[in-house]
């Protein structure tokens, strides 16, 4: 038995090990082992050293991988996710004589539209990490960039690193020496007026060329004056041929591409009326290439070949016209299959040691035994694990649907929006690149960030990661004109798809979503108009979803963890259910012993229809008439609960009634919750004492277990109402609250149809510290709460009927929320309540109220919260418009009202001297 036991040990510490190891090369195991070869993704760059291997950037600038010239894979750097979930991406990269490679590594916000900071980072020759070169940090509402930053056009001369910073209106080059340690600051020259930097090639001044965001090529001299260089007048160029992805070669000729003639063209500066086409599509399907010109571009390598990236394929034009065969994947090496079979294999090993150890534990261990307690587990746990997932996914999947659903409706309103922030005059006045940044480019970017951007600031950030785009069209064709992505300029062609054609032609907006490897995007596009009506733009706003897809991911892991968690204590259950069926005789006389030593309160319950169970009928009876006795013993004390709340004793630390005396007191921080019923005096005179009396015990036995349902307590009857306690968290208060202002609504369906007239309940909840304590005389006691913080949500009670609100909380309650975002209110400001020295910070909950009052004021909570700024800091005029905004949208709105005619009043007249930013409410 002892061997048998040691080698179950050992087998499962032998599996262990496996399992570790292959938990730690979990990425291969997401691969097929059978796969010899990886397709390219979304290549945005590639280049070649000095011996011919390729780098290229892959998977969404995500993976820069190693090949060498036969196409194998030497390795590949990923990039990492920073720590609140900020994405890294590769953005250009060269390559030395040592073999070690310089890239560009941009950090972005978590929805990979927003640059953070940006890197220039060497890796050695092997790829392991050396170290970052050059730090370039973006404040977030300063000098805002989107996917790519400033940092460019990194090159090897000679043995040294240079590489440009774009400082919007100067351009500074950098060179790091081989024996140097930090990059110096060599040259740089001033941008012309108006023209801003779109890619930038060579190293020394008079061969270094740039391109500009307005179409142009321009040469920079040792002075440091640029001159331009393309197109020049006369050239069948027009500045829409803009220049892509600027190269220099030997010869200090340019390269380029250009989309709209769908060319990679080579422009020889000393003779700047050619433009020489290398490859087109004629040419290029010619030798059986076909180039999507979508999302290309070029280098140049060491022999003058051009390395054409095109998507998913790479293809090399050499100086001889002709191509290299087209790449759209490369082969594993040996070792790296070699290494993947190591991992399946080690995974698979530790499976099927977990196999041998179960027939271990059941053969010589358990002698062929099976355990009644397995048998049920067997057939009891999986069937509920499974009836708890299927219900759990049910849910998940409409919740799923739900936030899709909202999603769009947001996206829609917002693209359809694009009418409002783009003139259709203005767009269709634009005509070439040369109008980058101008005056009506700025002042589109403007307006959309207005609007965007004050979305981002919402409390929850719940807007972030919207992508914005601005297209044109022109005579059946679509062209960019703004979009948040530095990499594209004006007026790049745009593909025409099924989508946009058809807002062009049916004039309405259309939704859809994508994936790739950016992310899930869901998106809207919308038409834009002219003043004559005709559809001359496009305005696109598309979300990345990757938050929610975290969400919901989360929401699985809880699901998951929760069954699992389930499925544990289920097991705990069954155990006890089977130790409790073999054990009979070891219960009775366990129970026995417990009434002997006075627990009369137990209970012997044997059901197995023997003598034992007969045995333990008859204990049970003389227990009962023991237990009865003390039953009535304990009615009595009980009975004195009903006028002193035991959870009172337990604040006070007396066990019962009977240790209480007079001047017993506590101090506690608790919710205090004042609840009573407006116009009850009006109302109780149309009453006769009886049937005042049986209305307001109706209201209290309706009202008061919701206090009690969330760990409060009724401290006080107050006639027409009552004040509760709550010791815990303010979450139980303010849920006790809105479920009451629910309760009223079925309350007064009620009373309507037995024909009474409706009533409507005020509720003031501040949370702080309070004394409780014994008050009265030798002869008469009586429980009482002592503090101001009462007397504070006596007069939140009385103010929710002037400011239109059924519930009125505190900041204090605010602040001491475990999960504010599980709760509908609105901030009402600072008010300044009759009777208090202070003013009072309010919030309306107004989360209970009917769903017409609810939906209005969330509709306007945004609107309303701004306008209450305003009205704080003075700005009476805003304020009065944002109010009045509000007050067209929900004419019930009593707090919008006040402000507004307030507003007007200071706004006309001025304030008076002690006015302090409060709203005063009598």
């Known amino acids: 038995m002892k061997k048998s036991v040691a080698a179950l040990l050992l087998v499962l510490l032998l599996a262990a090990v496996a399992g570790t190891y292959a938990f730690q090369e979990r990425r291969l195991l997401a691969q097929n082992p059978l796969d010899r070869e990886l397709p390219f993704v979304s290549l945005s760059k590639a280049i070649a050293d000095r011996n011919d291997n390729l780098y290229v950037i892959d998977n969404s600038k995500k993976t820069i991988h190693k090949m060498d010239k036969n196409g194998v894979l030497l390795f590949s750097l990923h990039s990492d996710t920073g720590k609140n979930g900020e994405q890294f991406r590769f953005n250009d990269m060269a390559v030395d004589d040592q073999d070690r490679l310089y890239t560009v590594r941009t950090l972005l916000d978590p929805y990979g539209l927003t640059v953070k900071s940006e890197q220039i980072v060497r890796f050695g020759a092997n790829g392991t990490f050396d170290w970052v070169i050059f730090n370039q940090d973006y404040e977030e509402f300063k000098n805002k960039r989107y996917r790519i930053g400033s940092l460019k056009s990194p090159q090897i001369r ?25 990059p110096q600051r060599v040259f740089s020259f001033d941008m012309p007026a108006n023209k801003y930097l779109s890619d930038i090639a060579g190293t020394a001044p008079e061969n270094i060329y740039y391109s500009a965001r307005s179409g142009e090529i321009y040469k920079v001299g040792a002075d440091a004056v640029s001159a331009k260089v393309y197109p020049l007048p006369g050239l069948d160029r027009t500045l829409r041929n803009f220049p892509e992805s600027l190269k220099l070669d030997a010869q200090g000729r340019t390269v380029f591409i250009d989309y709209l003639s769908k060319a990679i063209s080579r422009l020889d500066p000393k003779q700047p009326y050619i433009i020489e086409e290398l490859v087109n599509t004629a040419k290029a399907e010619e030798k059986g290439v076909r180039l999507s010109y979508e999302k290309t571009s070029i280098s140049l390598g060491p022999d003058g070949d051009v390395i054409i990236v095109d998507d998913a394929q790479l293809n090399r034009y050499y100086p001889d016209g002709k191509f290299a065969p087209t790449m759209d994947k490369m082969r594993y090496s040996g070792g790296y299959l070699a290494h993947r079979w190591l991992v399946w294999g080690t995974a698979a090993i530790g499976l099927l040691l977990l196999v041998y150890a179960a027939k271990l534990l059941y053969i010589n261990v358990l002698g062929r035994r099976t355990s009644l307690v397995f048998k049920q587990i067997i057939v009891f746990v999986p069937a509920v694990a499974i009836a708890m ?3 759990s996914m049910v849910v998940y999947n409409n919740f799923v649907a739900k936030m899709e659903q909202e999603t769009f409706r947001e996206l829609s309103l917002l693209a359809a929006n694009g009418q409002n922030l783009i003139d259709g005059d203005k767009l269709e006045a634009l005509t070439s690149p040369i109008e980058y940044r101008g005056e009506t480019f700025n002042e589109f ?15 929850n950030n719940d807007n972030r990661g919207f992508y914005k785009a601005v297209y044109k069209v022109e005579n059946g064709a679509i062209f960019r004109i703004l979009e948040d992505d530095d990499a594209m300029h004006m007026f790049n062609p745009f593909p025409l798809t099924e989508e946009n054609t058809q807002v062009i032609r049916e004039g309405k907006v259309v939704t859809g979503g994508w ?18 009506g005709n559809i001359i733009g496009v305005f696109e706003t598309s979300k990345n979803m990757e938050s929610l897809l975290v969400h919901r991911r989360g929401v699985l892991q809880s699901i998951v963890v929760n069954i ?59 227990a009962a008439r023991i237990r009865d006795y003390i039953t009535k013993v304990e009615a009595f004390s009980h009975a004195y609960y009903r006028f002193v709340p035991q959870q009172f004793l337990r604040f006070l630390n007396k066990d019962s009634i009977l240790d209480v005396e007079l001047g017993d007191q506590v101090e ?22 009886e049937e005042n009396f049986n209305f307001v015990n109706s209201f209290l036995k309706r009202f008061g277990p919701y206090v009690r349902n969330h760990n409060g307590l009724v401290n006080k009857y107050l006639g027409a109402g009552f004040m509760a306690l709550f010791p815990g968290s303010a979450d139980d208060a303010l849920r006790a609250s809105v479920e009451m202002r629910r309760e009223m609504e079925l309350y007064n369906t009620h009373r309507a149809s037995t024909g009474y007239r409706p009533v409507d309940i005020g509720v003031g909840l501040h949370k702080g510290p309070l004394r409780l304590g014994i008050i009265g005389e030798e002869q008469r006691l009586e429980s009482n709460v002592i503090s101001d913080n009462v007397n504070i949500s006596t007069i939140l009670e009385r103010l929710t009927e002037p400011l239109g609100a059924s519930i009125l909380i505190t900041d204090s309650v605010v602040r001491s929320l475990g999960d504010a975002t599980a709760f509908q209110y609105r901030n009402l400001g600072l008010i300044q309540a009759g009777g208090m020295k202070e003013p009072l910070h309010l919030y309306d909950v107004y989360q209970g109220d009917p769903d017409t009052i609810r939906v209005q004021k969330d509709k306007t909570k945004a609107r309303f919260e701004e306008a209450v700024t305003y009205y704080q800091y003075g700005r009476f005029y805003d304020a009065r418009e944002a109010f009045l905004m509000v007050i067209k949208q929900n004419r019930q709105d009593k707090a919008a009202q006040m402000y507004f005619y307030l507003c007007d009043e200071y706004f006309r007249n001025g304030t008076t001297e002690d006015w302090n930013g409060t709203l005063s409410v009598s």
């Open 564 to 622: 699992a968690f389930i499925s544990g204590g289920l097991l705990i259950v069954l155990l006890l259910m089977t130790f409790i069926q073999l054990s009979s005789l070891r219960k009775l006389r366990s129970k026995v012993g417990d009434i002997a030593k006075g627990n009369w309160d137990t209970e012997v319950n044997i059901r197995t229809r023997d003598e034992i169970s007969d045995l333990g009928e008859s204990v049970n009876t003389m």
């Open 668 to 689: 506690q921080n608790m919710s205090t919750m004042i609840c009573n019923i407006r116009g009850f005096y009006l109302m109780s005179k149309r009453l006769t004492p």
């Open 515 to 532: 994936i790739d490897d950016t992310g899930s995007w869901n998106y809207a596009i919308a038409p834009i108009r002219n003043t004559a």
């Open 445 to 459: 970017r403007k307006k959309i960030n207005a609007v965007f951007d004050s979305s981002e600031a919402t409390v």
């Open 158 to 182: 000679q043995g040294d690193l240079y590489f440009y910073n774009d400082e919007v209106t100067r351009v500074t080059q950098y060179k790091l020496g081989a024996q140097e340690e930090k």
């Open 389 to 391: 997932i299927t219900l």
